[in-house]
């Protein structure tokens, strides 16, 4: 289930649901605390009226709840006619969640309360050398981020980890994270979530962003939204009527994997080459990846003959920065790269036909910097172009989509574990 969407639970007589008065007024509680979470602070009258449920029936719901720690008062409001009455609000501090970001160069981590309010974060360069440098520097982040918070490991109720890469459940691995060097081995991620000490679920970043963005950015709304990240690497996330699409084996949106074709020779300068500089094109050759992340970036632009200066590494983010100052060889790498994504984009155009297409990631956030040129080269190469546009949660999308993932998990579980305590 997408996080935008409010989560829900069985109804008393569904199948394999017996039919009593505990799941009964169990159900009505759920749906009060739902109308609250999506509504705001609400008087019982109003909460009988939307529910069609009794004003008796309403308070009684309300007053387990509010024992429950689920939900609390929030004022008071005055009608014109009439006496004045309490509002009701959703209790945030119920239940917290852990959502974590991890690429090659940044480990994000973000604890959230119920409503997905970021109460603690961490956004640390990721200088581990090996697979489980990298897992040990995870849980160190999120136990700072959770002891800022004032919250102890057992108060976070679901963790959701976006990664490079494909989850496999039976290898307890993930597959095709090429940006990580040994992160596919299996167990790395149970031994996150033993020093987290609570439950994980593992994710792919480009469908984390895709359902951020869907759900508080540029893809709201859209019937068939795709969301390409790009940055250390390549991948794409496709949210059709709300749901995300993972595919059979749920590696759809793994683009970066597809080999690119040599068109036109490949070589630097060549207007309408897909081929990044030295492509060798075809299977076996370079992939999609390989010629469209942000090293191919930095590798283009010292093919046109630019350096760092300064003691100043060239990398993507530098490139980039040189197109704003007018810099004539970073402008050529921007419009090769920019080559190179409309290839991508003129493939997954073809395949899905999406109405929009945002651009995201660390490369995406110059966005302003190459819609201009990939328009012009997805001319050439497609006569299906989706609109096209910047995300708005920038190199946020990943993180915030996986505290909004974590908090479909929680709520439900939250919501189960105070009420049976009744």
């Known amino acids: 289930m997408s996080p935008h969407q409010p989560t829900s639970r069985p109804a008393a007589g569904a199948p394999g649901v017996p039919w009593n008065r505990q799941r009964l007024r169990s159900n009505n509680e759920w749906l009060l605390l739902e109308l609250l979470r999506t509504g705001g602070g609400t008087s019982r009258a109003q909460l009988a009226r939307d529910t069609g449920l009794s004003k008796p029936t309403v308070s009684a719901a309300l007053a387990d709840l509010e024992q429950a720690g689920l939900v609390r008062e929030a004022g008071w409001v005055s009608p014109e006619r009439g006496r004045t009455a309490v509002l009701y609000e959703v209790d945030p501090t119920a239940g917290h969640v852990l959502g974590v970001d991890i690429g090659r160069a940044r480990l994000r981590v973000a604890v959230a309360d119920l409503a997905g309010t970021v109460v603690a974060r961490r956004d640390v360069a990721n200088r581990g050398r090996t697979a489980d440098a990298v897992a040990d520097a995870v849980v160190a982040a999120a136990r700072e981020a959770t002891a800022e918070a004032g919250l102890g490991a057992a108060d976070i109720v679901h963790a959701v980890i976006g990664t490079p890469g494909v989850w496999d459940e039976e290898r307890r691995g993930v597959r095709y994270a090429t940006s990580l060097p040994g992160w596919g081995r299996p167990g790395l991620f149970d031994r996150i979530g033993e020093g987290l000490g609570t439950a994980v679920t593992v994710a792919n ?218």
């Open 205 to 422: 970043d480009a469908n984390l962003a895709a359902l951020g963005e869907y759900t508080l950015g540029a893809g709201r709304g859209s019937r068939m939204f795709a969301y390409l990240l790009v940055g250390t690497g390549l991948g794409l996330g496709v949210v059709k009527d709300g749901e995300l699409l993972l595919g059979a084996h749920g590696a759809l949106g793994e683009i970066g994997l597809v080999p690119l074709p040599a068109l036109a020779g490949g070589q630097p300068g060549v207007e309408g080459a897909v081929g990044g500089p030295g492509a060798v094109g075809g299977p076996g050759g370079t992939t999609l990846e390989q010629e469209a992340a942000a090293d191919a970036v930095v590798r283009a632009a010292r093919e046109f003959g630019l350096e760092g200066s300064g003691g100043r590494q060239l990398t993507a983010k530098r490139v980039f920065e040189l197109v704003r100052a007018g810099d004539a060889a970073a402008l050529r790498a921007v419009r090769w790269e920019a080559e190179r994504l409309a290839y991508a984009v003129a493939v997954l155009s073809a395949v899905l036909d999406p109405d929009l297409l945002v651009l995201g990631g660390g490369i995406g956030s110059s966005a302003d910097l190459l819609l201009e040129p990939l328009e012009q080269a997805l001319g050439r190469f497609s006569l299906m172009r989706p609109t096209l546009a910047p995300s708005l949660l920038g190199e946020e999308a990943v993180l915030l989509g996986a505290v909004s993932t974590a908090l479909e998990t929680a709520r439900p579980e939250v919501f189960e574990r105070r009420t049976a305590q009744l």
